[in-house]
């Protein structure tokens, strides 16, 4: 090839891109016409999918091994042998079983102010029925002399009313009986618990088991 055909050539854009390419021509006219290319085949470049992490290993828990998160870091729960969903479940059961237990014995004292209050009032009032001659009526006040004016005055009413408060009492107790088994309380000895101190403190006790929630959580 001459000087002048490598001179046409330069000049000749479709030879130029023949050349760039790395193409084979059957001779190239000048001004390029009537041209045959014969171009190598094209390579075919692979598509890189939408989400790349699809084609990375997983292990079992559904951890990707990224290139930003090795796969030793993805299947380390694997490696151990634990299951981290597993292990929170086990961890829930085992709270809701200790507060299941915790609720079978629930068991809360009365105020000790309403205890002494209430039992001071239904021993006074039992002295005023069954004996009220050893009450110190001067020495109450007021007190003293209201109850005098009823004893003397009203006694059959002090009487009824001294056996409605007990009446009462009893079924309060047997309220909070029911209510221990509608709330989870099975336990037989925290029952009688329940049973004995709203007998004796009415709403002191039964207030506290009414206001008990179980299903608040306590984990």
């Known amino acids: 090839m001459t000087l002048g055909d490598l001179f046409q050539l330069s000049n000749c854009a479709n030879c130029r891109q023949q050349?760039?390419?790395?193409?084979?021509?059957?001779?190239?006219?000048?001004?390029?016409?009537?041209?045959?290319?014969?171009?190598?085949?094209r390579q075919r470049v692979p598509r890189i999918p939408p989400n790349p992490t699809l084609l990375l290993p997983k292990c079992k828990y559904g951890a990707v091994a990224t290139p930003l998160r090795s796969a030793s870091w993805g299947c380390s729960q694997e490696a151990a042998g634990t299951d981290p969903i597993a292990e929170e479940m086990r961890r829930v059961a085992g709270s809701m079983d200790s507060q299941a237990e915790?609720?079978?014995?629930?068991?809360?004292?009365?105020?000790?102010?309403v205890m002494v209050a209430i039992l001071a009032?239904?021993?006074?009032?039992?002295?005023?029925?069954?004996?009220?001659?050893?009450i110190p009526y001067d020495?109450?006040?007021?007190?003293?002399?209201?109850?005098?004016?009823l004893v003397e005055n009203h006694k059959t009413l002090l009487n009824i009313g001294y056996l409605i408060i007990w009446?009462?009492?009893?079924?309060?107790?047997?309220?909070?009986?029911?209510?221990?088994?509608?709330k989870g309380i099975t336990d037989p000895s925290t029952q009688r618990l329940w049973l004995v101190?709203?007998?004796?403190?009415?709403?002191?006790?039964?207030?506290?088991l009414l206001t008990y929630n179980p299903q608040k959580k306590s984990w």
Request: with cysteine; aromatic share 14%.
């Open 19 to 41: 050349f760039a390419t790395k193409t084979r021509t059957r001779g190239c006219p000048r001004g390029g016409k009537q041209q045959a290319a014969v171009r190598s085949p």
């Open 102 to 113: 915790h609720r079978a014995d629930y068991f809360r004292r009365s105020n000790l102010f």
């Open 121 to 134: 009032g239904l021993s006074y009032h039992g002295l005023a029925v069954f004996s009220p001659s050893t």
């Open 139 to 149: 020495l109450l006040g007021p007190l003293g002399t209201v109850t005098k004016y």
């Open 167 to 182: 009446l009462i009492h009893i079924g309060e107790a047997l309220f909070a009986l029911k209510l221990c088994r509608m």
């Open 197 to 208: 101190q709203t007998f004796f403190f009415g709403m002191g006790s039964l207030y506290l």
